[in-house]
């Protein structure tokens, strides 16, 4: 059953389904024919967990799937099967998250490829186990020790909770560096209808060896030993990795910038918000909209790397950004260096786990819009 | 003189997976032995293409720099999930642990007896010297009582620190564990007696049996301030009757 190239495949085929964002992230794992999973259970993500436990895809693609005994060990499984240059994923909530730092800082350490997902519950501490955004500054800004960045996808809807799992792959592989995908408790418990992509074959041990060179899987005589670590003693060649670092993200930075932009063109005002905050400003620009408010909704889908630049373009162009975030006001101040602070850029949020409805967005947009 | 130095007739080589690179080990340290003999069962056994080894933080943190073979460097503590992970993914893979006391006993408490009871196939060469040696000699979970270390200057005293951890015997009760024993490097028959003992272990993981546990009781010359020689014979003395070497459980 290893390596799934002679297995039963009953997902050959795209296949629509009604699904919770927290299930879509694990039927995505499965078919983008990810290696493992190591998870620790919590609120509000634990049907992740449980829906490859139903799946049991070890008995189809050979998909090892594990439940550690800590979010420390999951995360430090996780450490391990991507020196071995395999496709292993993680996900938790934000207490579970914070565990989960030192061991992102090694995978960041040692650029290795690994997909983090962070349903984010309210803090902080225990906090609560409704919906929040407010792990926004530990995902973007390096919530361990040391000069690394996270790649953070933020996804608005279910279809976009599976598209990012293979997505995240894809970037951590392409830039050998851990991805994230910080999404909210609204998404990880919503219900929508989302498109399966078909299944993708597990790669075998050759072609990982052939694609990830520097893969810990055992020395063939002749090659040098592939040596994972995050050590050096030295601090002049440590000064040498962390530039190379640097130098890796900015050219993250230049490359993979991705955002939403939705009746923006003729906007005089901004709202920009991620997650499930995009979600409810978008129906408060469609009401603006039909009470003639020019407002357009930009939707950051890189938290990092941030749409700094296009967001730039905009400081011109309206007169005033609102931010609307399921935090105390984090993102809005990438939104105030984003526009040089020459322009208003102000916030509205609720926290601790509430969701602000629509017209309490209405009235924050109203009253910049008319001040 | 240079007539007698011909392969013929060496009786003592350097196993073929130990490089040239000078180790940093103290002089009467054990780990330099310990490296020597999980060195020579991979070959023996013919796994140097197959094993990947995980290491630890403390005294141990470069054995990759002494072993030719490919290696992951664990958090403090957490080679046992690590090692989970590579050998669940890579089912044909030997994989070992290496830590110290530290690293085993204290920090990776947690990691160390689930992975040993959820019976993960792999080796963990515990080398037990009773100290922190890289960090400069603090006390350990497994440092004697009344023993002196950087951190409990005038001994170790049960009402602040508790009692030495015996953390291999805590092992053998769990599902999980196939080998459990505690061997020594101090002379030559522990050392064969130890190389067999390792060999097993590297068997039991290969035949996918469970866990296996070699404890190494080991010297710290320099975080316990004594002389090679002294180390040795104050281990024997001190150490031995604390953690008696031995098989403790074998139920391959």
Known sequence: MRQGFTCLLNNSMAEIKLLKGNEAIAHAAIRYGADGYFGYPITPQSEIMETLMDEQPWETTGMVVLQAESEVAAINMVYGGAACGKRVLTSSSSPGISLKQEGISYLAGTELPALIVNVMRGGPGLGTIQPSQADYFQAVKGGGHGDYRVITLAPASVQEMADYVALGFDLAFKYRNPAMILADGVIGQLMEKVELAPQKLRRTEAEIRK??????????????????????????????????????????????????????????????????????????????????????????????????????????????????????????????????????????????????????????????VNP | METIIKPENIVYGKPRLINNNPMHYCPGCSHGVVHNLVASVIDEMGLAEKTIGIAPVGCAVFAYKYLDIDWIEAAHGRAPAVATAVKRLNPDKMVFTYQGDGDLAAIGTGETIHACNRGENIVIVYVNNAIYGMTGGQMSPTTLVD??????????????????????????????????????????????????????????????????IIEFVATCSAGWKMSAGQANNWMVENLFPAYPLGVLKDRV
């Open chain 1, 211 to 368: 694609e990830c060179p520097w893969a810990a899987l055992g020395r063939p005589a002749g090659r040098q030993p592939n040596i994972h670590t995050s050590l050096e003693l030295d601090s002049t060649v440590w000064e040498q990795y962390n530039i190379r670092f640097q130098a890796k993200y900015k050219a993250i930075e230049a490359n993979e910038v991705r955002y939403e932009e939705l009746y923006c063109d003729d906007a005089g005002y901004l709202i920009v918000a991620f997650g499930a905050a995009a979600r409810i400003s978008q129906k408060v620009v469609e009401i603006a909209r039909k009470e003639g408010i020019k407002v357009g909704l930009f939707r950051p889908i890189t938290l990092w790397p941030y749409p700094s630049k296009r967001l730039n373009s905009y400081k011109n162009k309206v007169k005033s950004i609102l931010t609307v975030e399921l935090n105390a006001g984090q993102m809005v101040e990438d939104v105030k260096l984003a526009v040089d602070c020459q322009i208003p850029v102000t916030y509205f949020g609720r926290m601790g786990g509430i969701i602000p409805t629509p017209q309490e967005v209405y009235n924050a947009l109203k009253k910049i």
């Open chain 2, 147 to 212: 023993m002196k270390t950087a951190t409990c200057p005038y001994g170790r005293n049960v009402a602040l620190n508790g009692y030495p951890l015996k953390i291999t015997e805590l092992l053998v009760p769990l599902e999980g564990t196939c080998l459990v024993a505690r061997e020594a490097v101090h002379n030559v028959a522990a050392i064969k007696k130890a190389k067999k003992m390792l060999r097993k272990a590297f068997e039991n993981a290969m035949a996918g049996k469970g866990t296996s």
